[in-house]
């Protein structure tokens, strides 16, 4: 059983920064991939990106290449999504996800979620 609790989510003009984070609970928490997700209103959950449970292989989606980084820190239970050059287009709910499964990036393939931090762009 693994807990997640994202945070640093909130409002900032486009062209600026924000860092999330998501702290999970448990002993096992290298042992998962884990991945970032958003919502926006009326629009399904997206895949964001994504991190093996080494940290070695990542992906993104198209539309956040080149301007986020995801990235873990296993010794503190950490997940992390650097976001620069914010859009308002990147206006969601972001989630964290951790599954067992090699590099997953569909909402199926993860086991345990977390309950969302709100991101706002304004133009």
């Known amino acids: 059983q693994v807990q997640l609790v994202e945070s640093g989510g909130g409002l900032v003009q486009a062209g600026g920064s924000l860092r999330l984070s998501c702290a999970a609970s448990?002993?096992?928490?290298?042992?998962?991939?884990m991945g970032w997700f958003r919502q926006a209103p009326g629009k399904e959950r997206e895949f964001v990106s994504g991190?093996?449970?080494?940290?070695?292989?990542?992906s993104y989606a198209d539309s956040v290449k080149g301007r986020f980084t995801i990235a873990r820190d296993n010794a503190k239970n950490t997940l992390y999504l650097q976001m620069d050059s914010l859009r308002p287009e990147d206006t969601a709910v972001y989630y964290c996800?951790?599954?067992?499964?090699?590099?997953?990036?569909?909402?199926?393939?993860?086991?345990?979620w977390g309950q969302g931090t709100q991101v706002t762009v304004s133009s």
């Open positions: 448990g002993r096992t928490f290298s042992s998962y991939s």
């Open positions: 996800a951790a599954g067992r499964l090699s590099s997953p990036t569909r909402v199926g393939q993860y086991d345990y």
């Open positions: 991190i093996s449970w080494s940290g070695a292989r990542t």
